[in-house]
């Protein structure tokens, strides 16, 4: 079963805009993961957001939660060529031990 | 960080064969680990939980002869897909989880591994 939907699927922009993606979930949660997907690769951990938190930002990440609403979004400043992959959220469920993922969303990241 | 080992890293097989893939957490111990499937283009849909010691619990839909899961030791689980078939084709990922104590369980990502069945 999957728990996240992301959107857009599918997100195009020029290098150096920002790309933003959401992440919508269906239970409540301990923490939702971001993750990167290069083509055929495996995951890369990106951030991790804990329910009590609202916003955390890595290097050019910013993740935010709202738990009130269960959704999540992932904002990537200034994109560059290399940020072109797959990106899923994740989530566990509060008693639950199983890390289900979203559909995932591709960015292409245009020269 | 800690490090899960997955392998083959790619298989290819011929139709009704059955293939093994293995699971290592590196550096800890885990008891329990996790099996994913992938298709392409699409997000990772978790097939079963591996308890070391005891039964491997599947997901709705996931036939538990198929998909034979062995938690053999608390740094190794197997999954062997028997009698593979074109359909079972996929990137295999497993992931492990690393509990300590008085902090937050982190699960660890295999590389994956992808087969091919002819």
């Known amino acids: 079963s999957q728990q996240g939907e992301e959107d857009p699927q599918a997100l195009s922009i020029q290098e150096g805009e920002n790309a933003t993606m959401n992440c919508s979930y269906k239970t409540s949660i301990n923490n939702l993961q971001w993750y990167r997907q290069n083509s055929g690769r495996g995951l890369v951990h990106l951030i991790l957001i804990r329910s009590n938190e609202r916003e955390k930002h890595s290097g050019r990440l910013r993740v935010t939660l709202d738990t009130s609403k269960k959704s999540s979004s992932l904002l990537i400043t200034a994109s560059r060529a290399a940020d072109t992959a797959s990106y899923f959220c994740a989530t566990d469920g509060i008693g639950d031990d199983k890390i289900i993922f979203g559909k995932g969303t591709r960015l292409h990241i245009l020269p | 960080g800690a490090v899960v080992s997955q392998h083959p890293s790619r298989v290819i097989c011929k139709s009704g064969t059955s293939v093994k893939i293995e699971c290592r957490s590196l550096?800890?111990?885990?008891?329990?680990m996790f099996w994913y499937r992938q298709f392409p283009k699409q997000s990772l849909m978790l097939m079963a939980t591996?308890?070391?010691?005891?039964?491997?619990?599947?997901e709705q839909g996931v036939e538990k002869d198929k998909f034979l899961i062995n938690h053999a030791s608390l740094t190794l689980s197997t999954l062997t897909v028997t009698s593979a078939h074109p359909e079972d084709s996929s990137f295999y990922i497993c992931?492990?989880?690393?509990?300590?104590?008085?902090?937050?369980?982190?699960?660890?990502f295999g590389p994956g591994t992808r087969l091919l069945v002819l």
């Open positions: 591996s308890n070391e010691g005891s039964k491997a619990t599947y």
């Open positions: 550096d800890f111990q885990a008891t329990t």
């Open positions: 992931s492990a989880r690393l509990a300590l104590a008085g902090a937050q369980e982190t699960q660890y």
